[in-house]
């Protein structure tokens, strides 16, 4: 079982809100994931609140061998700059 770690989208038209999920690669985007890690709000004007994660299911998902998408990876590492 390839996991991957990517956005699912979620929200009304014109208004995107995204889940952070741990799913299996050969699921469509919006199929039901394994695990959710957390959500991110691209609409939240402030930036510490834009991306809710849970870390410690992050790395284990990492640490299994779970890819993250390029986007997510972006999030994370933003994310992590807000926290300090």
């Given at each position: 079982m390839?996991?991957?770690?990517?956005l699912?989208?979620?929200?009304?038209?014109?208004?995107?809100?995204?889940?952070v999920?741990a799913?299996?690669?050969?699921?469509?985007?919006?199929?039901?994931?394994v695990?959710?890690?957390?959500?991110?709000?691209?609409r939240?004007?402030?930036a510490?609140?834009?991306?809710?994660?849970?870390k410690?299911?992050?790395?284990?998902?990492?640490k299994?061998?779970a890819?993250?998408?390029?986007?997510?990876?972006?999030l994370?590492?933003t994310?992590?700059k807000?926290?300090?």
């Amino acid at each position: 079982m390839a996991v991957v770690i990517r956005l699912q989208r979620k929200g009304k038209p014109h208004q995107p809100y995204y889940r952070v999920v741990a799913i299996e690669k050969a699921r469509a985007a919006s199929g039901q994931p394994v695990e959710v890690l957390g959500t991110y709000n691209p609409r939240e004007l402030t930036a510490g609140k834009k991306v809710s994660l849970n870390k410690e299911r992050y790395e284990h998902w990492i640490k299994v061998g779970a890819k993250p998408s390029d986007t997510v990876r972006a999030l994370v590492k933003t994310a992590g700059k807000n926290a300090a």
